[in-house]
C-alpha cells in the first residue's frame, strides 16, 4: 500500500488519533466484517510516507479480495491506496517474514525551496558535499549496533531488553539532478528513527561540520547522547519490503 | 515565480481572501516600502498550480532586488518562491509584453489513485486512448475563436465585449510512463478556464464517447452551451511564459 503521511499521525493504531493503521483496520473490520489485527512491515512515524508498505491480517476464508481492497480504498480515502490484496501463507506475517526494508530520503538542495515539493523533500539551503556524504555511508554498513543512531523506544523502562544490532546491506547518495538528492539505505530492519538520525548526521557531514571518518567513531561508541539531530520526517519514504 | 495552488484562492488580488496576488502584493510593499500594483502572466484559477510565473511591477529606485526577493519569501510562506527579482526596461509589462503561454496538465490514468499525486493530477479510472487524444489535438490547432470552449467572463455584462481569439500554437499529449500522461498547450494568450475545458473534452475523446473530429465542430460552433464539462484544477499547472 502507498500512503501520504503528511495527514496522518503515523502508522501505528491509537485510539482516538487518526493514523494510517487505524484508519485500514477500521476499514478491514466494516468491508470484510472480521476483528482484523494488523501486522505491518514498517511502522512508519508521523508525517513519514510508504511507497510501498506491506501489511498482513486474517480474513474470513469466503473473502472476495478485489471487494475488500475497492472497498478499503473507498473508506481510507485518497491519501491512502490499497494496491494488492492477495492470499498469502499460514505463517506467512508482514512484519517478521521480512528479510530487508528499503527506505529513501529525499533532499532538496536548493538556494530557494520549491513549493511543489515542500511535502516530500527536505529542502537544505546550505551546499552539500555529494562525495563527503557518499563517503560517510561506508561507515555505517555491515551489521553494528545503531544505540547512537536510535531514539530510545517508548517501551523500554530504563534499561535496554533488546538488541540494537542492525545489518545495513546499501547506503548510498546520489543526485537525480536540479538540486535533487536521494539516499537508499537498505537493513534487514530499522530501529525508531534511525533513518532519520543517518541522514540527519550525514548532511553535517555534507555541510562539513562533521568529518565523514566520524561516523564509524559515532557508531561504535554506541551512546544515544551522541544522537545528531533527526531530519524531518516528511523527506522519508518506506521504499519496497523484501521477502 | 513557483506556487501551488492547493491552498489559495487563484491568483488575483481579492480582499479578504488569501491570494497568491495578494500575498505576494502585501508582501512587496512591507518589504520594498512602496505601493506595488502587480502585473500578472497568467491569472491561474483557485487551484491552480503554476511552476514559471511572471509578474511585473514598479519598485523603488534604490531597492536592493536580492533583499527584496528573500524577504518576500520569508513573508510569503512555503507555498510561493519567488526565483528571481530582475529590473527590466521600463515599457516591460508581465501581461502585456507575454508573446506566449505554456501551459501543462498531468493526469494519472490508473486503476488506482497515487496518494502522493492526488494534488497535483487528475486521476482518471477509465482507460484512456492516447492515440485518440492526440489526434483531438488537431482540431484546436492555429487562430481560432476559443468561445465554445471558455467561461463567460465576470466582467462580461451580456455581450461579448472582447475577442475570444486565440492563437494554439502547440498542442500534444504524451505517455511519461507509469500511467502518467501529460498535456502541452501553447498559445498566445488564453482565455478563462480555456485549458480545462479542452482537457475536460479530450478525456471524453479519451473514453471514446465522442470523436477526435468534433473537438474541431465543437470549435466552429463557437457555442458557449457546448462547454464541455472542465477538468479539475489540480492537473494545471503554468509551465512557462514567453516574452
Redesign the interface.
Known amino acids: 500500500m502507498?500512503?501520504?503521511g503528511a495527514t496522518f499521525h503515523g502508522f501505528a493504531v491509537n485510539d482516538g488519533i487518526e493514523t494510517v493503521g487505524g484508519l485500514l483496520q477500521d476499514a478491514i473490520v466494516t468491508v470484510a466484517r472480521c476483528n482484523a489485527t494488523l501486522s505491518v512491515a514498517g511502522r512508519t512515524d508521523r508525517g513519514v510516507?510508504a511507497?510501498a508498505q506491506v501489511v498482513s491480517c486474517d480474513l474470513p476464508e469466503d473473502a472476495d479480495l478485489d471487494r475488500v481492497r475497492i472497498g478499503v480504498?473507498a473508506l481510507c480515502g485518497?491519501?491512502?491506496?490499497?494496491?494488492e490484496v492477495v492470499w498469502v501463507a499460514d505463517d506467512f506475517d508482514a512484519r517478521y517474514s521480512a528479510k530487508w526494508r528499503h527506505y529513501k530520503y529525499f533532499v532538496l538542495n536548493t538556494p530557494?525551496?520549491?513549493?511543489?515539493l515542500?511535502d516530500?523533500m527536505w529542502h537544505v539551503r546550505e551546499p552539500l558535499s555529494l562525495p563527503m556524504m557518499q563517503l560517510a555511508c561506508d561507515g555505517i554498513m555491515g551489521s553494528n549496533d545503531f544505540t547512537s543512531f536510535c531514539k530510545k523506544p517508548a517501551d523500554m523502562s530504563g534499561t535496554l531488553t533488546y538488541s540494537m544490532i542492525r545489518n545495513v546491506m546499501k547506503a548510498d547518495w546520489h543526485d537525480t539532478g536540479d538540486g535533487q538528492l536521494v539516499f537508499d539505505i537498505r537493513a534487514n530492519a530499522f530501529c525508531h528513527q534511525m533513518v532519520r538520525a543517518i541522514v540527519g548526521f550525514m548532511i553535517e557531514v555534507g555541510t562539513h561540520r562533521r568529518k565523514p571518518a566520524e561516523t564509524r567513531e559515532v557508531l561504535l561508541a554506541k551512546d544515544r547522547t551522541l544522537l545528531p539531530k533527526l531530519a524531518p520526517p516528511h523527506g522519508l519514504f518506506l521504499w519496497e519490503v523484501g521477502y
Chains 1, 2 share one sequence.
Open positions: 502507498t500512503y501520504n510516507h511507497r480504498n485518497p491519501h491512502i491506496s490499497v494496491r530557494t525551496p520549491d513549493p511543489m515542500i516530500r
